[in-house]
């Protein structure tokens, strides 16, 4: 049975869609997909492949993807609140307990529910996720100083990522030459075309300033890893241009037994390095 199905769910008055795939009687994996205004479908292969032995389920988060996109004065687009809606997502669906998949904005979801939910929580696999400061480096420095300091010009200019060429090269960038037909190209066209959506790049905007209060939560997610010592696959993007590689080994420092792997690819690594990456999750899955 490696058949995904397209579905959608009623969470508190708000329809989130999401790909399901497997039988539900076998171990769980919730997938939480990454990026601006990234969707479920970067998990489409992965699913696939794991189908025959697990239960894999990836939403779109509220105002992400095919799931509703409600208006700011009927819905707070901010990480915590987003989490909150994921949490009652795996409750309306029935899913009691998983391994979590966590890529850039699915870390700044999921490691919330972690610290709320730990009961939940089997295992974590990490791609290109934040949780130490070793990995926010100097290419944030602008966006930073944003946060700290806003004014129109330093909007402005930070305000370039929202845009075609911008959500394109967080598929492409960094990459070798070797590896940019790995990528395709309809999966950033949809990025954007999702991105377009009236309202949708300024709700990004904002949204993407309230990673200043994922970053602040750094202490209380490492302080989960301690307590709980979750199984941890570590896999990271040696040529990823927004997350440095630095980041990958701290987590041995509060996760001892975590898997740490560098892969020869960027950002998107179930992408282009799909085989790879496939192997690395069957071992630590068993």
Excluded at 16 to 43: C, Q, T, W
Excluded at 202 to 220: A, G, I, R, T
């Amino acid at each position: 049975m490696r058949q995904i199905l397209n579905k959608s769910v009623e969470v508190d008055g708000v329809d989130i869609f999401y790909r399901e795939a497997g039988d539900g009687k076998n171990p769980s994996l919730l997938l939480l997909h990454g990026d601006l205004p990234g969707a479920s479908v970067m998990f489409k292969n992965l699913m696939i492949a794991l189908s025959d032995r697990f239960y894999l389920v990836a939403p779109d988060y509220p105002g992400f993807g095919f799931s509703a996109f409600p208006s700011k004065d009927q819905f707070e687009y901010s990480f915590g609140n987003i989490s909150k809606y994921i949490n009652k997502f795996t409750d309306v669906i029935g899913l009691k307990s998983f391994t979590i998949y966590l890529h850039d904005y699915g870390s700044v979801v999921g490691f919330r529910l972690c610290v709320n939910h730990p009961e939940k929580i089997e295992r974590i696999i990490v791609q290109d996720g934040n949780a130490y400061e070793e990995g926010i480096g100097p290419q944030w420095d602008e966006t930073i100083d944003y946060w700290q300091n806003p004014t129109p010009e330093k909007k402005e200019k930070i305000y370039g990522f929202l845009s075609e060429e911008g959500i394109k090269k967080q598929h492409t960038g960094g990459l070798p030459e070797e590896l940019l037909t790995r990528v395709s190209p309809e999966l950033w066209m949809l990025d954007w075309e999702l991105l377009k959506r009236p309202g949708n790049i300024d709700m990004q905007f904002e949204l993407n300033c309230d990673l200043k209060n994922h970053m602040e939560m750094f202490p209380v997610y490492q302080e989960y890893f301690r307590t709980h010592q979750p199984p941890a696959l570590i896999m990271w993007g040696k040529y990823d241009i927004y997350f440095s590689v630095e980041e990958a080994p701290c987590y041995k420092r509060d996760l001892p037994n975590a898997q740490i792997h560098i892969i020869e690819g960027g950002h998107k690594i179930l992408e282009t390095n799909f085989d790879e990456v496939l192997n690395l999750i069957n071992r630590f899955l068993g």
